[in-house]
């Protein structure tokens, strides 16, 4: 039986293959306007983060001040991509098909974006009521906000309870909310997670062992 009761999942790269393209859009864009950044800078510097975050941080290093339909065009021009693209994360489906624990999750994209993601891979109807989104409380990943809400909204403690996650900030939020937090390395880029992680996997085939 489980030391868990309950499952905090990440979304975007734990739940939905959605990191290359929302960090390829980005990256496109700010190129647009004179970045001269890849994909693994996007990596690096964006993964994890709010949008608001990385608009500053791209800010910083183009020659003119962003328009103020960045924000705008950034989420129509990702959603489109989405819709084309995105895929679950491989093994995920099984994992919440055979999880016996409750299970939600736990994102840093509004709402839309979640449900518009988790629709288009198929899992939606298995979150619902079940999602919580940093815009909805106005506090972000390192700030442990989302996973305190989500634990206690699904009647858990943090001590009850394990997070799944994949970036430095979510890894981070997790430890600052006393929960314990296995870091998913499937595309742990700079080698992040393993310090500050309960433990890391780098297969969704390995998670249902692992919460035994």
């Known amino acids: 039986m489980s030391k868990y009761k309950c499952v905090i999942f990440d979304c975007d790269g734990v739940l939905v293959d959605s990191e290359p393209i929302s960090n390829g859009v980005l990256v496109d864009m700010a190129n647009e306007h004179g970045a001269n ?21 791209i800010e910083n290093i183009v020659p003119n001040s962003l328009p103020k339909t960045f924000e705008t065009e950034y989420r129509q021009r990702s959603y489109e991509a989405f819709k084309e693209q995105v895929q679950p994360v491989d093994g995920i489906k099984d994992v919440l098909d055979n999880l016996s624990i409750p299970f ?15 629709s288009l891979i198929g899992l939606l109807d298995k979150f619902e009521d079940k999602i919580f989104s940093c815009y909805d409380i106005q506090k972000w990943k390192p700030d442990p906000a989302v996973f305190l ?4 909204a699904m009647g858990f403690k943090p001590s009850e309870c394990v997070v799944i996650e994949d970036s430095l900030s979510g890894v981070s939020a997790a430890n600052n909310g006393g929960f314990d937090v296995f870091g998913f390395t499937a595309h742990d880029y700079n080698d992040e997670l393993k310090s500050k992680s309960t433990l890391t996997f780098n297969s ?6 692992l919460l035994d």
């Open 37 to 57: 950044i890849d994909l693994e800078y996007a990596y690096k510097h964006f993964k994890g983060s709010f949008l608001y975050s990385c608009i500053k941080k």
């Open 104 to 118: 939600c999750v736990a994102s840093s994209g509004p709402v839309e974006k979640i449900k518009l993601n988790l």
């Open 149 to 152: 809400w989500a634990a206690e």
């Open 204 to 209: 969704m085939k390995q998670l249902l062992q």
